[in-house]
């Protein structure tokens, strides 16, 4: 009879389903929601369409009601995540990413900027920061995927560009002891696939954006955009050097658009992505708010992390346990086999592991960005259940063994 992998229980085997040519035992047990995509992400425990059936499809989103929805999720969102009560909040177009560029158009260039570039989305900031904006002073600080850079080079008197959570690196900022709370630029933070999950120190930022389609798993489509007193003065003492398009513009004559943190959205929404918002949000009331969801989170990167240490062949691409992020929790491969193959191979090996995965139906959309290095991506935010991870830990050991016997 074959050996039993050590990090396998006998309750989640099914013996006489064996990978051929090795002792690999394919499980039993499946996770009840095999969605671990990091983006868009699981949807909430119990959610079904039930819950958008109050949706206002088919009315303006400038009438009262609607207006009214928006500006709930605007109400609701500062007070879940604790934000000051002095900050702006507003809704705005084309998701995180429109977020980001509002505010990188809007801020950028009246002072040198340093921007961290550690990962995909924020090297994206980097070079719109350099090459798009031709920001005067701008300085790239850099680092490979699974590190930081080195925050001690930071200028303070700059304004300072940084992704909060790597969200294709699966590595994040630890805390914001690092920046001072005197200090002369702008912190501007993507914190997409940080918030809701992550303690934000609100006190050490001046910008923050997120959307809706990660932690709370809302539908995409819409990002949200928080802004301090400081960030609000630069925007209404400062005007951006160059001209914007109407769907970047965050003041007229001079003075902030107080709609847009009103639910006055710059442009139409999606009122079945507002319910859907609203949905999420009531939910994580429901469940404890902020702390609840941080710790569900953290529970999720425990149970990777448990299985990490005694699977053998796979381990966090973030080399620092303190900077592991516990939503985007990237994994890489380190078994003998594997890392004899050329680059090409390994691609392709890690492509195949997914594809498995895929195939059985317990685990879906979990390769690693296409910009990343070849391994595995397992979203780990608040709506993922631990019980489902823990069930998916076996099932990985098994598609590497049926990999390892494809490719070694």
């Given at each position: 009879?074959?050996?039993?992998?050590?990090?396998?229980?006998?309750?989640?085997?099914?013996?006489?389903?064996?990978?051929?040519?090795?002792?690999?035992?394919?499980?039993?047990?499946?996770?009840?929601?095999?969605?671990?995509?990091?983006?868009?992400?699981?949807?909430?425990?119990?959610?079904?369409?039930?819950?958008?059936?109050?949706?206002?499809?088919?009315?303006?989103?400038?009438?009262?009601?609607?207006?009214?929805?928006?500006?709930?999720?605007?109400?609701?969102?500062?007070?879940?995540?604790?934000?000051?009560?002095?900050?702006?909040?507003?809704?705005?177009?084309?998701?995180?990413?429109?977020?980001?560029?509002?505010?990188?158009?809007?801020?950028?260039?009246?002072?040198?900027?340093?921007?961290?570039?550690?990962?995909?989305?924020?090297?994206?900031?980097?070079?719109?920061?350099?090459?798009?904006?031709?920001?005067?002073?701008?300085?790239?600080?850099?680092a490979e995927y699974g590190r930081l850079p080195d925050l001690a080079r930071i200028?303070?008197?700059?304004?300072?560009?940084?992704?909060?959570?790597?969200?294709?690196?699966?590595?994040?900022?630890?805390?914001?002891?690092?920046?001072?709370?005197?200090?002369?630029?702008?912190?501007?933070?993507?914190?997409?696939?940080?918030?809701?999950?992550?303690?934000?120190?609100?006190?050490?930022?001046?910008?923050?954006?997120?959307?809706?389609?990660?932690?709370?798993?809302?539908?995409?489509?819409?990002?949200?955009?928080?802004?301090?007193?400081?960030?609000?003065?630069?925007?209404?003492?400062?005007?951006?050097?160059?001209?914007?398009?109407?769907?970047?513009?965050?003041?007229?004559?001079?003075?902030?658009?107080?709609?847009?943190?009103?639910?006055?959205?710059?442009?139409?929404?999606?009122?079945?992505?507002?319910?859907?918002?609203?949905?999420?949000?009531?939910?994580?009331?429901?469940?404890?708010?902020?702390?609840?969801?941080?710790?569900?989170?953290?529970?999720?990167?425990?149970?990777?992390?448990?299985?990490?240490?005694?699977?053998?062949?796979?381990?966090?691409?973030?080399?620092?346990?303190?900077?592991?992020?516990?939503?985007?929790?990237?994994?890489?491969?380190?078994?003998?086999?594997?890392?004899?193959?050329?680059?090409?191979?390994?691609?392709?090996?890690?492509?195949?592991?997914?594809?498995?995965?895929?195939?059985?139906?317990?685990?879906?959309?979990?390769?690693?960005?296409?910009?990343?290095?070849?391994?595995?991506?397992?979203?780990?935010?608040?709506?993922?259940?631990?019980?489902?991870?823990?069930?998916?830990?076996?099932?990985?050991?098994?598609?590497?063994?049926?990999?390892?016997?494809?490719?070694?």
């Amino acid at each position: 009879m074959s050996s039993l992998p050590a990090n396998l229980a006998p309750d989640d085997l099914a013996p006489d389903d064996l990978v051929p040519g090795n002792s690999a035992v394919r499980p039993g047990r499946r996770p009840g929601n095999p969605c671990f995509s990091s983006g868009p992400c699981a949807k909430r425990p119990g959610w079904s369409l039930d819950a958008l059936s109050g949706a206002l499809l088919g009315r303006s989103h400038r009438a009262a009601e609607g207006r009214a929805r928006l500006n709930e999720v605007i109400t609701r969102s500062h007070a879940l995540l604790g934000m000051p009560a002095d900050w702006k909040l507003g809704i705005v177009p084309a998701s995180d990413t429109g977020a980001v560029e509002m505010v990188l158009w809007s801020l950028v260039g009246r002072r040198p900027v340093d921007v961290l570039s550690f990962e995909s989305f924020s090297a994206t900031w980097a070079n719109d920061i350099v090459a798009q904006l031709q920001a005067p002073g701008a300085r790239v600080l850099q680092a490979e995927y699974g590190r930081l850079p080195d925050l001690a080079r930071i200028d303070w008197s700059h304004d300072v560009v940084l992704a909060w959570n790597g969200t294709t690196s699966g590595v994040r900022i630890p805390d914001g002891s690092f920046i001072p709370d005197e200090r002369e630029g702008l912190v501007i933070c993507d914190a997409t696939s940080a918030a809701f999950a992550m303690d934000l120190p609100w006190e050490k930022l001046d910008v923050v954006t997120w959307s809706w389609q990660k932690v709370l798993g809302g539908e995409a489509a819409h990002g949200m955009l928080a802004l301090s007193p400081r960030a609000v003065r630069r925007l209404e003492e400062m005007p951006p050097p160059r001209p914007l398009p109407k769907i970047f513009r965050l003041t007229e004559k001079g003075r902030l658009i107080e709609g847009i943190f009103r639910g006055d959205t710059i442009n139409t929404p999606s009122m079945l992505c507002v319910e859907d918002a609203l949905d999420g949000l009531r939910w994580a009331e429901s469940i404890g708010g902020l702390p609840a969801l941080v710790a569900r989170s953290r529970a999720n990167l425990d149970v990777v992390s448990e299985w990490v240490a005694r699977s053998g062949w796979a381990a966090f691409l973030a080399e620092n346990p303190a900077e592991r992020s516990s939503t985007s929790i990237c994994l890489t491969i380190v078994a003998p086999w594997f890392r004899a193959l050329d680059a090409a191979a390994q691609a392709k090996a890690a492509r195949r592991l997914a594809a498995v995965l895929e195939d059985e139906g317990v685990a879906l959309d979990i390769g690693s960005y296409r910009d990343a290095p070849p391994g595995l991506r397992l979203w780990g935010g608040a709506t993922v259940e631990a019980g489902d991870l823990r069930a998916l830990m076996p099932w990985l050991d098994w598609a590497e063994a049926l990999v390892r016997s494809e490719f070694a």
